[in-house]
């Protein structure tokens, strides 16, 4: 059973530039959250969805920040017109209820020059 | 809002000693989840162990091991024999029972030294 998938793992951006992070769930498993980390920090929470539905998304920037899990398909989380300050390791992880424990992609690292 | 908090920035280990890092949190809710990842150097989010509030019995992995204290609101991590590829970041945890999110500590980093 092949774990959470996340790509790309290194993303490099410019400011102003549009950034898509995908994240593959565990098979089975239809609860989807991301998450980011800046550096010498510990995670902070984003968005919860399940398929087709954003169910919390209260740690999410209200602007240039969105996140879908469709029917097929990855759950994308775009982020527009990148600045500085979005650089971090931004982590996806699956579940297959809300009881269950969250298992982690590898993450990926965004940089914005 | 609930907190996590994890006081030790930094812990150093002998190899095969035993070690215990800290973590406190805070929470009105009376079920509850708690977690510790590790985050090796790679950055992988590893989960070491977890502990459903509603058991008393304190969860174990192998020479993993929790001591898991509802009424002071504490849930430290016990590694036993520590061996040098337990270097890394220590993550705490926190899941309510709707689990809409994990809710962080700020880790602690620990070294291992031969």
């Not at chain 1, 490099?12 to 959250?33: D, N, W």
């Not at chain 1, 899990?69 to 982020?79: D, M, T, V, W």
């Not at chain 2, 805070?26 to 989960?47: A, V």
């Amino acid at each position: 059973n092949a774990g959470v998938m996340q790509n790309p793992r290194h993303l490099v951006r410019r400011r102003g530039q549009e950034a898509r992070l995908r994240c593959s769930p565990m098979k089975g498993h239809s609860h989807v959250y991301w998450y980011r980390q800046l550096p010498e920090e510990g995670l902070k929470f984003m968005v919860y969805l399940q398929k087709e539905n954003i169910i919390d998304e209260s740690g999410m920037p209200k602007e240039r920040f969105s996140a879908e899990f469709p029917k097929e398909g990855p759950s994308i989380l775009r982020i527009q017109q990148v600045v500085r300050g979005d650089s971090a390791a931004y982590f996806c992880a699956s579940s297959p209820n809300t009881q269950e424990t969250q298992y982690f992609g590898p993450g990926t690292r965004l940089l914005v020059l | 809002a609930q907190t996590v908090t994890q006081s030790q920035p930094e812990m150093s280990v002998q190899e095969a000693e035993t070690v215990t890092l800290s973590c406190t949190y805070d929470t009105s809710e009376s079920d509850y989840y708690l977690f510790w990842y590790k985050q090796p150097p790679s950055r992988q989010m590893i989960l070491v162990i977890r502990q459903e509030a509603y058991k008393q019995q304190n969860a174990t992995e192998n020479r993993f091991s929790v001591n898991f204290q509802k009424a002071a609101k504490s849930f430290s991590l016990k590694i036993s024999d520590s061996q040098l590829g337990d270097a890394a970041m220590y993550f705490c945890a926190y899941h309510n029972n709707a689990g809409n999110m994990l809710t962080f500590g700020g880790g602690t980093r620990l070294m291992v030294k031969p």
